[in-house]
């Protein structure tokens, strides 16, 4: 098991750059003043396909030699790294095979296809979706990209905190949300070479608190039901993103799903962007922990902007 | 009836840029690409208060002399421009008073108040708010900031497309919105003078069509029961507002609510920003006149982010 280093987050940088857009960070002024700190949000809102998954997505199929990529790349997603991977591998003009569960939503299969992925569907259950997986690669020999417990996919999630950096210096922490860990392990290995100093902090619903569970119990523990607002932050960590969140990161803060809304709907009111759910939970994060943060300088990574505008949350906290 | 030059608004924006936010300009390859044309939004949603009118609003206080300025500015506004008059009254520190009709929405009414205005209500009829507003007058010998229809106000919001046009050269097309006109009479004051060539093209609800009617019959005609969702444009042209539209703006282009919503949508999906109905309003005339816009670049002044979350209207077209 390859651990990601330093250097290599660079060199994943220096591959993706030309791929990805390089985001702006945002501050307002209003939220600073109501919670008494200084936040940067690093806007992978705004990213291709509307997520940092992008990045890592991007930098495995760069990764792979020309004869691995002519067969193609695979996974098993319903999510952003389905959408991710199906752009980054069109990019390079390879393909790539898509498992989903056949009751996904309408408007994920559309991306997808939108972006040229190949579509495998299955029944709606982790096994299916795993055997669906097997059957795709033995026949094309396709490689399979996870979604985040992967050493060139942390490398690429790496990046976004590398670009918040070096826009914004003199941070006192930096957070992200956690899911599977692919952002956050990522983020922690670039930040604790850089500036040990600096306290890397993350975020998770209390309702999937497998991250904070194995973090404080120093074993992995996987997560059950998780029943979330926050659909990006349901899968549980993976070994490797859980060696070095165990190793790298400072503190893992649980939070409501009330917290959650409010802090997605501070974003939408008061800085004007589209934030999904998972976005949100570092901010819910600082509002239910000011002591913790009064006149900090935070750099935040904003996950991702995909929502169904014809299903929000506001009104229902 | 003074009207606004070219050095007014260069004068004007040196008078404000140190108050007001530069926003950003954004570009959208996945929209581009859907209609053949080139857009650049002007982010006016970012701007404080989240909405072009601060701009105007700043101007006019700001144009104050120090004896009027210390009896205060007076409006009756329900919507962004009673806040813009606020915040930007208390950026000089001086006082706003504010005629509001008392059915306003309780979020506008908080906002004009968090800004430190001053709030009148009075019965929700424009004679009402009229009758109000002379009251007020009286009383504390403040100056009337009108929202559009003076002198100050048009030259401020016409410092929006200087912006533009120093980020993005070589536009063939600048469009806003047109409601009372304080934008679009700026923005072509500004245009025409540097590029008599570039075409100044307003887009209009055909629910309320005013403009579009007063500038093809060639008299000003008030808007008759608006019923649009572009709460920004439910407002009739001034008289001075409509003579620099009637000679500077090229043409009037009116859009279904249908287009209106689509298009805010669009940006919502696309774009990870918010804008309210208003905004989308030049968006929805390019999708419903492809013909005209074909491969042409195309500045668009996207003017508010100031939407009810509670009440979108996405799912109801």
Not at 170 to 189: K, N
Request: proline fraction near 5%; glycine fraction near 8%; charged fraction near 20%.
């Amino acid at each position: 098991m390859r651990i990601p280093e330093y250097d290599d987050i660079v060199s994943a940088h220096e591959r993706i750059s030309a791929f990805v857009h390089r985001t702006p960070v945002l501050t307002c002024k209003s939220i600073d003043e109501m919670l008494g700190v200084s936040l940067f949000f690093k806007c992978e809102n705004f990213q291709k396909v509307g997520a940092f998954k992008f990045r890592g997505a991007t930098n495995a199929v760069l990764s792979l030699s020309e004869e691995a990529a002519a067969r193609g790349v695979a996974t098993h997603s319903s999510g952003n790294h389905a959408a991710a991977l199906a752009l980054a591998a069109k990019q390079r003009g390879i393909k790539a095979y898509i498992v989903m569960p056949d009751n996904s939503p309408e408007v994920k299969k559309k991306a997808v296809k939108g972006y040229g992925g190949i579509i495998t569907f299955c029944k709606p259950t982790l096994q299916a979706r795993e055997e669906a997986l097997v059957e795709v690669v033995e026949k094309t020999g396709a490689t399979v990209v996870h979604p985040y417990n992967q050493f060139e996919v942390i490398c690429g999630q790496g990046t976004a905190v590398k670009e918040l950096l070096e826009d914004c210096d003199e941070l006192d922490v930096v957070m992200t949300p956690v899911g599977g860990g692919g952002l956050l392990s990522g983020t922690a290995t670039f930040v604790k070479h850089l500036y040990p100093e600096v306290k890397v902090w993350a975020g998770e619903p209390l309702m999937a608190n497998d991250a904070w569970q194995s973090f404080n119990e120093g074993r992995l523990i996987p997560v059950v039901n998780p029943n979330t607002i926050a659909d990006g932050l349901r899968t549980s960590l993976g070994d490797l993103s859980y060696a070095i969140i165990r190793d790298k990161v400072d503190r893992i803060f649980t939070v409501s799903e009330k917290s959650i809304v409010k802090a997605m709907r501070m974003m939408w009111e008061r800085m004007k962007i589209i934030v999904e759910p998972s976005s949100a939970v570092p901010l819910a994060a600082i509002m239910e922990n000011p002591g913790c943060f009064y006149q900090k300088k935070v750099g935040i990574i904003l996950t991702g902007g995909n929502v169904d505008l014809d299903h929000l949350p506001f009104g229902c906290y």
